[in-house]
């Protein structure tokens, strides 16, 4: 399955908010037709009545991906509207944080071809990454297609088990707040030490987002990049000394926040 069976075969979206919009923006500029592109959502923005999709016009016959992007909540509502679509020739992706693989094998029909992936917000513009994992009705094709579907929000991991998805959500799903909050906690810090509020904001944000860009681009690690800035009896070190403290600095306690939210997933999905 490729590019061209959904652009011969068409593409569905059941919910198209804000994920579905990022996702569908990237697919749209890679050359995928809207006129295949088949759109479900009681509400569509005016973004997606504006892009020559089909919306809300019914399923077509023999579409080759159904994307599915509802909320957790809205699931029970509206995964049954893509029963037709069960058990062969469709591959359903779902962006769906929280529902199983099981349970659009439950829905749909046994033989499904499910993806599940777990993307999160920078996909918005397309700096996500998103782990993906198959069922066992999902071929390798099927995997690659989803792959290459996803890389439109950014980068992409396959997991080797879905267990994996509650740690991932801990990770790089709820990952995005922590940084935010890291930067409001830079922003106190810096007014503590007497800087302008606008300025402490200023400072912190364009730190933390020139770092995590450096950290991207260069070719050393993280902890080279650290040690690169960090001289001997230097102020950097004085400060990491108290972040790098073993029981109180951030490596506990980031250990502690991922193990929360790992710990959550796990709980949430019962
Ligand atoms: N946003 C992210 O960065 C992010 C990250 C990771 C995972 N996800 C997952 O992606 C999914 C979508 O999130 P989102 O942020 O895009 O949510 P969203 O903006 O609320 O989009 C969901 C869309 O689905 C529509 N919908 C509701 N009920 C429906 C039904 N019965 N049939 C068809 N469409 C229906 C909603 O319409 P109404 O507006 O009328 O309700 C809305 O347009 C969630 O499961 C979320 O966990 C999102």
């Known amino acids: 399955m490729s590019f061209d069976d959904i652009k011969a075969r068409g593409l569905v979206m059941l919910g198209c908010g804000k994920m579905g919009q990022a996702m569908l923006e990237g697919w749209l500029a890679r050359g995928i037709p809207p006129e295949s592109v088949t759109v479900i959502d009681p509400h569509p923005s005016d973004w997606v009545n504006s892009q020559g999709l089909r919306v809300n ?21 509206a995964l049954p509207q893509l029963k037709p679509l069960g058990g062969g020739r469709c591959l359903i992706v779902s962006v769906a944080a929280g529902t199983p693989i099981a349970t659009f094998e439950a829905v749909l029909g046994a033989g499904t071809r499910v993806i599940r992936a777990m993307p999160n917000t920078p996909a918005a513009i397309g700096r996500g990454i998103t782990a993906i994992i198959g069922n066992d009705a999902a071929g390798s094709g099927d995997t690659d297609l989803a792959e290459a579907l996803l890389s439109a929000v ?29 930067i409001d906690a830079l922003a106190a810090a810096a007014r503590a030490e007497g800087l302008p509020e606008e300025m402490a904001m200023q400072l912190a944000r364009a730190t933390v987002a020139g770092a995590g860009a450096l950290a991207k681009a260069a070719d050393d690690s993280p902890e080279q990049l650290r040690i690169n800035v960090t001289s001997p009896n230097g ?15 951030l490596g506990p306690l980031m250990r502690a926040t991922v193990a929360a939210a790992t710990a959550r997933s796990r709980e949430l999905k019962g």
């Open 57 to 77: 016009q019914g399923l077509p016959d023999d579409p080759a991906v159904a994307i599915v992007a509802v909320k957790p909540q809205f699931m029970d509502q």
């Open 154 to 182: 950014g980068q992409v991991v396959r997991l080797q088990t879905e267990d994996q998805i509650d740690a991932v959500t801990g990770v790089s799903g709820s990952g995005p707040a922590y940084v935010f909050y890291m």
């Open 235 to 249: 102020t950097t070190q004085a400060g990491l000394e108290v972040l790098m403290d073993d029981s109180t600095g």
